[in-house]
C-alpha cells in the first residue's frame, strides 16, 4: 500500500523556521519526483517545489525562492522542505506528493 506520511508543522512567529518531513512507503521511493504543495486558507492548493528521483534536480515557486529547500534522503525514504524566513503568507496545510497519492498534511502556521 502506497503511503505518504508528512510532519514537522506546527506555530512559528515570521522570520522562523521549520523543517517538514515526508516518509513514503510501498512504492520505489527513490525513482519518484516527490512534491510538496500547499493549501493556504480560501486557495487553491498549489506547488510548492520538487525534486527529480533520477537527478535530485529541484524547481520552486517564485514566492518561496531563496526561502525554501527541498531534499531527499532515499535510503530513508524520506523528502524534506526547509523552510527558513517564514511569512504570514505562508501559512498553510503542507501536503507530500509522488505524483499519484497525497499525504494527509501538516498544518504551517506563522503568526505573531
Known amino acids: 500500500q502506497v503511503q505518504l506520511v508528512e510532519s514537522g508543522g506546527g506555530l512559528v512567529q515570521p522570520g522562523g523556521s521549520l523543517r517538514l518531513a515526508c516518509v513514503g512507503s510501498?512504492?520505489?521511493?527513490?525513482?519518484?519526483?516527490m512534491s510538496w504543495y500547499r493549501q493556504r486558507p480560501a486557495k487553491e492548493r498549489e506547488l510548492v517545489a520538487f525534486?527529480?528521483?533520477?537527478?535530485?534536480?529541484?524547481e520552486y515557486t517564485d514566492s518561496v525562492k531563496g526561502r525554501f529547500t527541498i531534499s531527499r534522503d532515499n535510503a530513508k525514504n524520506v523528502v524534506y522542505l526547509q523552510m527558513n524566513k517564514l511569512k504570514l503568507e505562508d501559512t498553510a496545510v503542507y501536503y507530500c506528493?509522488?505524483?499519484?497519492?497525497w499525504g494527509q498534511g501538516t498544518q504551517v502556521t506563522v503568526s505573531s
Open positions: 506528493n509522488n505524483g499519484a497519492v
Open positions: 510501498g512504492f520505489r521511493f527513490r525513482f519518484y519526483t
Open positions: 525534486i527529480a528521483g533520477v537527478n535530485n534536480s529541484t
